[in-house]
């Protein structure tokens, strides 16, 4: 058994060796092989059905766009605007105030004044 398992890791080791074995110019020439037949294919098809995809997912883009960017802009108009008039209220409410306390205030000194008259 301890024979068998020697002869497959062998085998095994061999392989390995052969491919480091070869020089410089056999992978060069191999790999000039491989980017031959690479370019040598016919890519038109998969590219038709690239472009087509880009197209249909440019569409798909632009009706996400218009179902949701759109009310979700305007919603945020509406947002900022409903904003800016509570903080117009606050700051007239902060005013009517401002006038209740100097009213208050003038009303006691007239009582004052009243009660020394």
């Known amino acids: 058994a301890a024979n068998e398992d020697a002869i497959e890791l062998n085998k095994t080791l061999r392989t390995q060796d052969e491919t480091l074995e070869k020089s410089l110019p056999e992978l060069q020439s191999e790999a000039d092989r491989m980017i031959t037949a690479l370019r040598s294919r016919d890519l038109t098809v998969q590219e038709r059905t690239a472009q087509d995809e880009l197209k249909l ?3 798909l883009s632009n009706k996400v766009k218009k ?3 759109e009310p979700s ?3 945020e108009d509406l947002k900022n605007e409903v ?3 509570l903080a117009s209220y606050h700051t007239e409410v902060d005013d009517a105030r401002d006038l209740l306390r100097e009213a208050t205030s003038k009303i006691r000194e007239a009582d004052n004044l009243s009660a020394v008259n």
């Open 67 to 69: 179902l949701f960017g």
């Open 83 to 85: 904003r800016d008039k």
């Open 73 to 75: 802009e305007k919603n």
């Open 57 to 59: 997912g440019e569409g």
